[in-house]
């Protein structure tokens, strides 16, 4: 099979990565091959190839955003998933056992392992991985169409969860701070749901851009909000962003943190948390979060911009994404 590897981490994504012909590799007991359709370039993939998250193994296929076909099950593994098209997102495994396992939150297990980070990913023509882990998907979808959706819409729609926002939230008022692909996501399903949504960015663009979907008050940092929050999610990873959307939050509040590292977060007033506001982190995502938000893909109409590029090009996808220069998310296809 041909696969793209991160071999070692350097600021130059085309030092990190070079494309490997490998043996295409037999699934394991509970394990299955999938053929790979497409599989999107995510940040996080930009910071395993650059070193900003330490390696856990090297080499590694990166990806975590795949969708293909599974051509073959291992042993004791159900076969009903032959021939199914699925998808894999970020996590990719957890021990089962653990308290956290055992009580719904198994995005805090310790012992979590994940997809193009500790096992190989998807920006390969073939990849493995644990059936239980891997996600249906539907079978006539447009497979570059839903790969970008795997990994920022499911962190995004548990962000949304995390800040308190579901469809019970028609009509409340939810602040989005910074607007790329994962708050893109969000806000098509929080509209879906009726939710209020007020997005705060960096540029006039993205402001335009919140607006076209749905966003009913969108401006800069320097603008003040026309009304307070019942809900805030921070994207940008700038610890300031996080006192800022605390301070636009009503009474009850809650801002909740969508970044896996953010600098250090200024002194707060006691006086922006005090009536029982709060701050609350987002980490990984649940098999459950990945189930609700894809039944919500289709009834909400989630849509993003994509460019399809050909595996051999996903140092090129890399350098662009550091460079900014990104009108949709990049999706290889083997
Ligand atoms: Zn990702
Ligand atoms: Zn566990």
């Keep these: 099979m041909r696969a793209v590897q991160v071999i070692r981490a350097a600021p130059d994504p085309a ?26 370039v995510c940040r996080t993939d930009l910071q395993i190839a650059q070193g900003d998250l330490p390696p856990h193994r090297q080499p590694v ?3 975590h955003q795949v969708v293909g076909r599974v051509a073959a099950v291992g042993p004791d593994t159900d076969d009903s998933l032959l021939g199914s098209r699925v998808g894999l997102v970020w996590l990719a495994g957890t021990c089962g056992a653990c308290r956290f396992c055992r009580d719904g939150r198994e995005n805090l297990c310790r012992s979590a392992v994940f997809t193009g980070y500790d096992v190989d990913g998807g920006w390969a023509t073939h990849v493995t991985a644990r059936s ?9 979808g447009d497979a570059q169409a839903l790969a970008p959706l795997l990994c920022g819409g499911v962190i995004g729609y548990r962000s949304l969860r995390r800040a308190g926002i579901g469809p019970e939230s028609a009509g409340q008022r939810l602040g989005l701070y910074g607007f790329g692909a994962s708050a893109s996501l969000a806000i098509q399903v929080a509209r879906h749901w009726a939710v209020r949504c007020l997005v705060v960015t960096r540029s006039q663009e993205e402001a335009d851009r919140a607006r076209l979907l749905g966003a009913e008050w969108a401006g800069t940092y320097e603008e003040e909000l026309p009304e307070r929050l019942d809900a805030a999610i921070t994207f940008a990873p700038a610890g300031w962003v996080v006192t800022r959307a605390l301070r636009d939050l009503d009474r009850g509040g809650t801002v909740a943190i969508n970044a896996i590292h953010l600098d250090h977060i200024p002194a707060i007033d006691y006086a ?11 980490a990984n995502v649940t098999r459950a979060d990945v189930a609700e938000f894809l039944g919500l893909v289709g009834p909400a109409g989630i849509t993003t911009a994509s460019e399809a590029l050909p595996l051999d090009r996903a140092a090129h996808a890399l350098q662009r994404l550091l460079a900014g220069d990104v009108t949709g998310a990049f999706v290889l296809v083997p």
């Design 132 to 140: 239980g882990f891997v996600h249906r998907l539907p079978a006539d």
């Design 272 to 282: 922006d948390l005090w009536w029982e506001r709060s701050i609350r982190s987002v």
């Design 61 to 63: 296929v990166p990806g």
């Design 15 to 40: 030092d990190a990565l070079r494309v490997v012909e490998l043996p295409t590799p037999r699934p394991g007991p509970g394990q299955v091959l999938i053929e790979v359709e497409a599989s999107a």
